[in-house]
């Protein structure tokens, strides 16, 4: 049973939540939750890969997600589904930094995410513009990752996997899923703390090392994350455990995209991280709505 008396949870039970990340100067709230707009740059990802093709495609897309109601752009240049190999060094930065220095000059008032696990591309996309490094590995596939982030003195987002891309779905196995991921950021957090890096946000991995099981008792379990005292992101967007629990296919899974969206706002998610901003901008709306009623 999950509660506060759990000795791992003792110095993080939650006296006020982080409502504010510092982007490059730029003080963003998090009182009412954000969207996060997915634009993957690769061929291969799991619903939008080849999608935005060129870059006449890709500053299309972030100038619609933008006008839909976008706070943060979140570029990736290497598709992390299931099954998929890790790339070159050379061809992730092709990919991503064209783009980034593109969005950063045509849209100064984005605020733009690299989507990475390497140190490397990481620094080249912040010199680029970016002021978010997304990072679904946490410091596992790059270990000069934290040093990096820290340095930068850039929001890092800290997400959970168990294994790796190529490899995860195999057979993930846990005890209590909720527990070992809670139990997780709390080490990784306190790594990142002693080297100086300030604002951090939580993902919790959905579908990352998860079965459809572990990604729904997460989902129902995502409250107890607030006692991190981090903005929590919730990655859900037309991922398999909407579309092979409803046997339907990840372009079907909008309307269970968005009815989980809602859940993921009721127990405490800060962002969303969405292919459809529109949509996701709406259901914050709407739960804004039944929070100032008091539902």
Known sequence: MLTAKHPAIQPFIMLHQQTTINCRGRLVSLERPLVM?????????FYDGGRHKGPDRQFAQAEKMLEEGAAFIDVGGMSSRPGAEIISLEEERERVVPVIEGIAKKFPE??????TVRSEVAKECADAGACIINDISAGRIDTKMYETVAALGLPYVLMHM???PKAMQAAPKYENV??????????EIGKLRNLGVKDILVD???GFGKTIGH?????SQMHVFKMLETPVLAGISRKSMIYKYLETSAEEALNGTTALHMVALQQGAKILRAHDVKEAVECIRLWEKLEKIGF
């Open 215 to 219: 990604n729904f008792q997460l989902l």
């Open 204 to 206: 919790p991995g959905f």
């Open 178 to 187: 909720t527990l070992e991921v809670l139990d997780f950021f709390i080490k």
């Open 162 to 164: 168990q294994g790796r």
């Open 37 to 45: 707009g997915i634009l993957n740059v690769t061929p291969d990802s």
């Open 110 to 115: 984005a605020l733009i995410s690299i989507d």
